[in-house]
């Protein structure tokens, strides 16, 4: 046990960190040229937070949160998503204030107890967005096409947008209806789950992943054809928005989103390689959530992205992720008498910005330059020998076996030059 992460979590070694970190440059750049703020809210909230804004009848309140007591006794939950917590800290801050919409996104851990299996953890990365304050559509399309650029520059393709609109309370009432008098003529086919939420939650069974149910819900009355004129509306504009951007999506009729909180747009982005994980991004409009919290009424929209599901994805599509930088210098020392020079050495390299290394165990000059040669280093640096009376080392072209001596006080000039 001790040698072994949790069940659901994993380690990110640094090979496989490249990755990330080349992945979140390109979240912050797409961010910067779209307007969004980093924000970066707590890993755990009030558990009163998430029953309010993702739903008490949906499976993350139900089964998947972390929750405990601490030690004052306070009931707190690890965030299982962050858009509760963006919201909270736009309460929290009186953002509501000052210019709108407030658009931020971030970046970071959440954790579910979901069952895992390839692509789905306990402890899984999102990047989300939120812009809040406006209920302009092309805010809609606003935040498809940031998902969308951010693919792009990733070079992933062969993605699809799933678009939908679940309305408003007040559409969605009828709709509720109509739903709840189908389902309840095949009571007796749906799942435990979904026959204690149907009186609650009726939207919830569509939402079902249990065949059964799903083979119910398929012939389901759709929302779209309940949606009254203005969110009709709204929706017509959004498609015309992301018409005009070139961003190709195909109505789902049957989406809704396992959180409470969704209004009008609603939408998933997929990418079919990854099969039974294929969702990698899912999002739409909130307006309803930040009254719901406690502030004003105001509309939102926003996206949370599986960034576990996005680095697999380009994995599996050999998406090109530029190769971990290499050393230019790796210092060698002739003699263990050498070793405390080639280390002073070595330091002022790096204080100069030159990417470099050492060997540490203390060998041969044969097995230093094997390592130098493993580490890919464009030169290597030796120290000692007669040159380090003069006050020099040679540096050695590890490509070419061309070999230099040069001045001590040259070097740093030379292997920038160099470079
Ligand atoms: P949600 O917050 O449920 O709308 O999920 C948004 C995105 O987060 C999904 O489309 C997935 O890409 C990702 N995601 C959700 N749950 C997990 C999980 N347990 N493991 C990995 N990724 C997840």
Not at 115 to 123: F, I, K, L, M, V
Not at 401 to 416: A, N, R, S, V, Y
Request: with cysteine; net charge neutral.
């Amino acid at each position: 046990m001790l040698t072994t992460a949790p069940r659901g979590t994993r380690d990110i070694l640094p090979e496989e960190a490249a990755q990330w970190q080349y992945v979140e440059s390109n979240i912050r750049q797409c961010c910067l040229l779209y307007g969004y703020g980093e924000i970066r809210p707590p890993l755990f909230e009030h558990t009163e937070l998430f029953l309010r804004s993702v739903g008490e009848t949906t499976d993350i309140v139900e089964k998947e949160m972390y929750t405990f007591r601490d030690r004052g006794g306070r009931n707190i939950t690890l965030r299982p998503e962050a858009t509760a917590s963006t919201v909270r800290a736009y309460l929290e801050h009186n953002l509501y204030a000052g210019p709108q919409p407030v658009k931020m996104y971030y970046l970071g851990p959440m954790f579910r107890y979901d069952r895992p299996q390839a692509g789905r953890y306990r402890q899984f990365s999102q990047f989300g967005i939120e812009a809040i304050g406006t209920q302009d559509p092309t805010m809609d399309a606003e935040v498809i096409s940031v998902a969308l650029d951010f693919y792009c520059r990733l070079g992933l393709t062969g993605l699809e947008v799933q678009l939908n609109s679940i309305g408003c309370p007040k559409c969605r009432q009828d709709y509720r209806q109509a739903l709840l008098n189908y389902l309840s003529q095949h009571r007796g086919q749906l799942c435990r789950t979904c026959l204690s939420r149907l009186d609650r939650n009726p939207l919830r069974v569509l939402d079902c992943k249990e065949e059964g149910c799903q083979a119910i819900t398929a012939d389901a009355p759709r929302m779209l054809t309940y949606l009254c004129s203005e969110c009709d509306e709204h929706f017509k504009a959004v498609q015309e928005c992301l018409q005009s951007i070139e961003a190709h999506y195909v109505i789902n009729p049957a989406l809704v989103r396992g959180l409470d909180y969704y209004t009008k747009t609603v939408f998933e982005i997929v990418w079919p390689g990854l099969g039974a994980q294929a969702a990698i991004c899912g999002g739409g409009r909130y307006d309803g959530l930040i009254e719901e919290c406690g502030g004003p009424s105001t509309p939102a929209v926003g996206f949370a992205m599986g960034l576990d599901r996005v680095l697999l994805a380009i994995q599996k599509a050999g998406a090109a992720v530029p190769a971990a930088k290499t050393p230019l210098a790796y210092v060698v020392a002739l003699s263990a008498a050498d070793n405390q020079e080639a280390f002073r050495i070595l330091t002022r390299l790096r204080r100069a910005d030159i990417i470099s290394d050492k060997d540490y165990r203390q060998t041969s000059l044969r097995a230093q330059l094997k390592a130098a040669d493993r580490s890919r280093a464009r030169y290597a640096v030796l120290v000692g020998g007669i040159e380090r009376t003069q006050g020099m080392v040679a540096v050695r072209n590890m490509t070419t076996g061309e070999q230099h001596e040069i001045p001590l006080d040259q070097l740093i000039t030379f292997l920038q030059e160099g470079r």
